[in-house]
């Protein structure tokens, strides 16, 4: 004996981020991400004032410069490494909708 | 995320830098007439709250004076010369130790 | 300060300044005993004249270098002094250069004494030689950073 499939209760989707442009619901996530975001590009313009600053001959030490590169760059590289795995988990999540 | 161990590395580095400089003059001036011997007051300068802000060079006192008024010792200045250089390599191989340490924690994340 | 860069160039100044120190005293000690020169009378001695001289960087920026009052001092010889006093008179009454007494105008030059400020300037320039060196080191130490 089958049952109806109608009485099938519908799989709930996950409340997920909504992905850039989509309008909407500021959830929690989207402020860490954006925030994230916004400490990556100050540390890229730090990064880059530093390197413009030492190569115009002011004031500026090497080893600063390389440091602020250095924190940029790690910034960058853990800010990728973050969006990756979200994607992946929401890929993962997508591949379970029938 | 780096700058509570870091910032402190990076703060010691300026310092150091600034010393050498500071010591790199004094050994130039050795044979000046008159010069002084100048220095910065290291501790004081690096437990202070104002990351940035450039340390004071002041004179130092109680070295010998020559004839001419100069009062830089080349013992005096060599010794700092040697430590400031080592110290400022323990400081750079501490801060890519610690680079190499984040680094590795974000990309041991990464997925197979 | 100006960037560790600008601490290359002063050491750089004291090596020249040594180096121009040394050449004087070495002229006088050559010349210790020259009674007889082109412009007439004994050899005069020359010393050189430090001064300090503030420095900058070959690459620091110009307004760098007038905004920034804590620029790092160098040095550098800013005249030759020649001792023009009257000379010392040794009694040599057989010298082709002695005068109708028979005294001879010599150098005032104490050979012993500036052979000491020889050695003296050899150490100077070794030391800027060093610090020049460490300062090098330490830029490299930054550059590594990068690794």
Redesign the interface.
């Known amino acids: 004996m089958t049952t109806p499939i109608s009485s099938i209760a519908p799989i709930a989707m996950p409340q997920m981020a909504p992905a850039a442009g989509a309008a909407g619901q500021p959830g929690e996530f989207q402020g860490v991400l954006s925030s994230a975001i916004d400490s990556i590009q100050s540390l890229q313009n730090t990064a880059a004032d530093s390197v413009q600053k030492f190569l115009t001959g002011q004031n500026e030490e090497l080893h600063t410069t390389v440091l602020a590169t250095q924190k940029a760059e790690l910034a960058f590289e853990l800010g990728l490494q973050v969006r990756n795995k979200v994607v992946d988990a929401y890929q993962e999540i997508m591949k379970m909708q029938m | 995320m780096l700058d509570s161990v870091t910032g402190s590395l990076e703060r010691y580095m300026d310092l150091l830098s600034a010393r050498q400089k500071i010591v790199a003059s004094n050994i130039a001036n050795a044979d000046t007439p008159g010069f002084k011997t100048k220095d910065l007051d290291f501790q004081s300068e690096f437990a202070s709250a104002l990351s940035g802000s450039q340390p004071q060079a002041s004179e130092v006192t109680g070295l010998p004076v020559k004839n001419d008024g100069n009062n830089v010792s080349l013992d005096r200045e060599a010794r700092l010369l040697a430590e400031n250089a080592m110290r400022f390599s323990a400081a750079s191989n501490l801060m890519r130790s610690q680079l190499n340490t984040v680094k590795e924690a974000i990309q041991g994340g990464k997925s197979a | 300060?100006?960037?560790?860069?600008?601490?290359l160039s002063?050491?750089a100044?004291?090596m020249a300044?040594?180096r121009t120190?040394a050449a004087l005293l070495v002229e006088n000690i050559a010349n210790s005993e020259t009674t007889r020169t082109p412009g007439g009378g004994p050899y005069r001695r020359k010393d050189a004249i430090?001064?300090?001289d503030e420095t900058g960087?070959a690459?620091?920026?110009e307004?760098?270098a007038q905004l920034?009052g804590?620029s790092?001092?160098?040095?550098k010889v800013v005249g030759i002094s020649v001792d023009n006093s009257a000379p010392e008179k040794q009694y040599l009454p057989g010298h082709p250069d002695a005068d109708a007494d028979g005294y001879v105008s010599m150098p005032k030059v104490n050979p012993a004494e500036d052979m000491v400020d020889l050695m003296?300037?050899n150490?100077?320039y070794q030391?800027?030689v060093?610090?020049?060196s460490?300062?090098k080191?330490?830029?490299q130490?930054?550059?590594?950073?990068?690794?």
């Open positions: 300060m100006s960037s560790l860069f600008s601490a002063v050491s100044s004291g300044a040594q120190r430090f001064s300090s960087s690459f620091s920026s307004l760098d920034d804590q790092l001092t160098g040095v003296g300037a150490r100077s030391a800027n060093a610090a020049m460490a300062v080191d330490m830029i130490k930054s550059i590594d950073l990068l690794r």
